[in-house]
């Protein structure tokens, strides 16, 4: 099927020969093109241009007015925790009254409470639930999302978790990788023996993952009261053999070490990097591993922001992501991303649009698909309502802007 799509008020981030990825100044750089048109072959894009040189339709070809929306290529939310049961709205009570993060998982709140909640919650209710996400960032313009375990902490909860996830990208029309974070806290069971948990998951969690084919990649929360370099170098080893990718959950609450061994691992993300100095900034550049950031965390949290301006202008590549979960990012909103990037991170809207598209698709391993509007690329395109300028996506930070959704070159109702 064929789709024509015409009176564009603007074409973002439309790169003929698009790079893998944008570091540095080159986030500052966003191409567009105005008043123009956008044809889909199936579910890829295949051609753009200026309305002066729009084709003509052919018969059995569908078209869609724009009426001056801008098209922007869908969001790739490369960080989410979005498979999860209930709702932690009693720990954000804790933290009004002044409890940590930290504290609240001493006491057996945060990921343990998702643990219980999960471990009661069967594998049909957990993927209602998670469907009703799903549908809720389609209608944000989110096409593409990565989605991580974490929530079970027991080998069988765990392989729950993750089937549900390959049910949303069975039955979704998302773009869906998943990552498998049995390390995500030490569960209560094995309070007085980590060693013991440790076996578990490299003995038992990662090959019975790998048997059904469940996880693109392999994840570990290194961090202050969480897990240590040594921990996570065993871990991150042990996937490696069975063929996931690492990433890290890397200093969202001290100076880990955790970005220097994701580096060494040859991660294709770290994520969070809220403690991010020098040393951290020198292994990062030229290696190849996206440093991701998620401001929704550092925002509800009332957190220190990651240094994005001093990333950029050190020469690396940022990407955004929500980082939706129940406890510390309860919100899969990636024009709010872009906003709190904006506002609080003194980023430019250039690099914001840039952190959510082609940089947010590399950390996810789909750059050669997504995140950008090039000829050949998956059509997954969101259209906005009529706005004065793309700047104005996350200026105004409180308004839906999203008019339509194109997801596999098919028109979503959401």
């Known amino acids: 099927m064929s789709l ?29 093109i105005a008043d123009a048109w956008l044809l889909t072959e199936d579910d890829i894009i295949a051609a753009y241009g200026p309305m002066s040189g729009m084709p003509e339709a052919v018969p059995g070809m569908k078209t869609l007015d724009a009426a001056g929306g801008f098209v922007f290529p869908s969001f790739c939310d490369s960080h989410t925790h979005l498979v999860y049961a209930g709702s932690r709205e009693k720990e954000y009570t ?54 991580k375990s974490g929530y079970g902490l027991t080998t069988e909860d765990e392989l ?38 440790i076996d578990l998951i490299v003995n038992e969690m990662i ?19 969480f897990f240590t370099l040594e921990e996570t170098d065993r871990i991150l080893t042990a996937g490696a053999a069975y063929g996931l990718i690492p990433k890290i959950h890397a200093n969202e609450l001290d100076f880990s070490g955790g970005i220097q061994l994701g580096v060494r691992h040859r991660a294709l993300s770290v994520d969070h990097l809220e403690y991010t100095g020098d040393e951290e900034i020198a292994a990062l550049l030229g290696s190849g591993t996206m440093p991701t950031l998620l401001p929704g965390a550092a925002f509800f949290l009332g957190m220190v922001n990651p240094p994005s301006r001093k990333m950029i202008d050190s020469g690396l590549p940022v990407a955004m992501a929500s980082d939706y979960n129940p406890g510390s990012s309860p919100s899969g909103d990636m024009k709010f991303i872009m906003s709190l990037g904006c506002i609080r991170m003194k980023m ?16 996810m391993g789909i750059s050669g698909t997504h995140g950008s509007i090039t000829p050949g690329k998956r059509a997954n395109l969101f259209i906005t309502k009529k ?28």
């Open 160 to 197: 729950k978790m993750l089937r549900v996830i390959r049910r949303i990208k069975l039955e979704s029309p998302l773009t869906v990788k998943a990552t498998f974070l049995g390390a995500h806290a030490i569960p209560e069971l094995y309070r007085g023996n980590r060693d013991g948990y």
């Open 4 to 32: 024509l799509i015409y009176n564009i008020g603007m074409l973002v981030q439309a790169r003929e020969e698009p790079p893998a990825f944008v570091a540095g100044k080159a986030m500052s750089q966003l191409p567009v």
């Open 94 to 147: 804790d933290k009004i009254r002044g409890l940590s993060y930290e504290e609240i998982a001493r006491r057996g709140g945060g990921i343990l409470n998702s643990a219980r909640l999960l471990h009661e919650t069967t594998e049909d209710e957990l993927f209602s639930q998670s469907m009703a996400r799903v549908r809720e960032i389609i209608g944000y313009g989110t096409g593409a999302v990565e989605i």
């Open 387 to 414: 706005i004065p300028s793309y700047e104005y996506m996350p200026y105004a930070y409180g308004t839906n802007l999203i008019d339509r959704v194109i997801l596999n070159g098919e028109v979503i109702c959401f």
């Open 348 to 363: 430019l809207p250039e690099e914001v649009i840039n952190a959510v598209t082609l940089n947010s698709a590399y950390a």
């Open 207 to 225: 090959p019975a993952v790998a048997a059904e084919r469940l996880a693109d990649y392999i994840d570990v929360f290194c961090d202050r009261g």
